[in-house]
């Protein structure tokens, strides 16, 4: 029962950067972790960054290691992606999620956002 809306999608050049974020309410008490997937055309949901609430853990993929960071606003139940020095590789829908326990695997989540569209262009 945690709704999360995500937001600051779009359309970028290779190279530039863009700042995703996603805000959850309702039973936000039962929140352990929330983090970051993304999706393309074709391919498997891929996790990309996840927060640990409890000890400001960060955990990433190794594809976005140095280039994304993800961060957080405990007053503002809120988690941010920043996404720096982005390819054309990165485009796709990013969802954002939350759950219990820490994990790359998506069915470990049980509450995600609609998902904001990033397109970098070449």
């Known amino acids: 029962q945690v709704q999360l809306v995500e937001s600051g999608g779009g359309l970028v050049q290779a190279g530039g950067s863009l700042r995703l974020s996603c805000a959850a309410s309702?039973?936000?008490?039962?929140?352990?972790?929330m983090g970051w997937f993304r999706q393309s055309p074709g391919k498997e949901r891929e996790f990309v960054a996840a927060?640990?609430?409890?000890?400001?853990?960060?955990y990433y993929a190794d594809s976005m290691k140095g280039r994304f960071t993800i961060s957080r606003d405990n007053a503002k139940n809120t988690v941010y992606l920043q996404m720096n020095s982005l390819k054309p590789e990165d485009t796709a829908v990013y969802y954002c999620?939350?759950?219990?326990?820490?994990?790359?695997?998506?069915?470990?989540?049980?509450?995600w956002g609609q998902g904001t569209q990033v397109t970098v262009s070449s």
């Open positions: 309702g039973r936000t008490f039962s929140i352990y972790v």
């Open positions: 999620t939350a759950g219990q326990v820490l994990s790359s695997e998506s069915s470990a989540f049980g509450s």
């Open positions: 927060l640990s609430w409890s000890g400001s853990r960060t």
